[in-house]
């Protein structure tokens, strides 16, 4: 079992800046693939950008692309997503998700791909 637990959302405007974390726990998170979704009231749940644990390899939707990062930090079990330019429809609940069985890749944008979700951390983006 892997807990995960995000942290870091909030009300920012337009422009802003928000690094969002994922604190893992449970076991190690060797051969894994973390991912971050989110979801806006009335919308289904969406892909936004995920990381292969060993080896660093990131994949993004294309609506963030150049705007959010991915990351890792192995000695705190901790996956990141660092978002820049933010948009009012990047509002939404940021989840973070863990996937086992990566076998190197970081191309996983389903949520059925996933095995582990954290509760969710809301972003709000004022306009």
């Known amino acids: 079992q892997v807990q995960l637990v995000e942290s870091g959302g909030g009300l920012v405007q337009a422009g802003g800046s928000l690094r969002l974390s994922c604190a893992a726990s449970?076991?190690?998170?060797?051969?894994?693939?973390m991912g971050w979704f989110r979801q806006a009231p009335g919308n289904e749940r969406e892909f936004v950008a995920t990381?292969?644990?060993?080896?660093?390899?990131?994949y993004y939707a294309d609506s963030v692309k150049g705007r959010f990062t991915i990351s890792r930090d192995n000695t705190r079990n901790t996956v990141y997503l660092q978002m820049n330019s933010l948009k009012p429809e990047d509002t939404a609940v940021y989840f973070c998700?863990?996937?086992?069985?990566?076998?190197?890749?970081?191309?996983?944008?389903?949520?059925?791909?996933?095995?582990?979700w954290g509760l969710g951390t809301q972003v709000t983006v004022s306009s």
């Open positions: 990381i292969n644990w060993n080896f660093g390899s990131t």
């Open positions: 998700a863990a996937r086992s069985n990566a076998w190197g890749s970081s191309r996983y944008a389903k949520r059925y791909e996933y095995d582990y």
């Open positions: 449970g076991r190690t998170l060797s051969n894994y693939a």
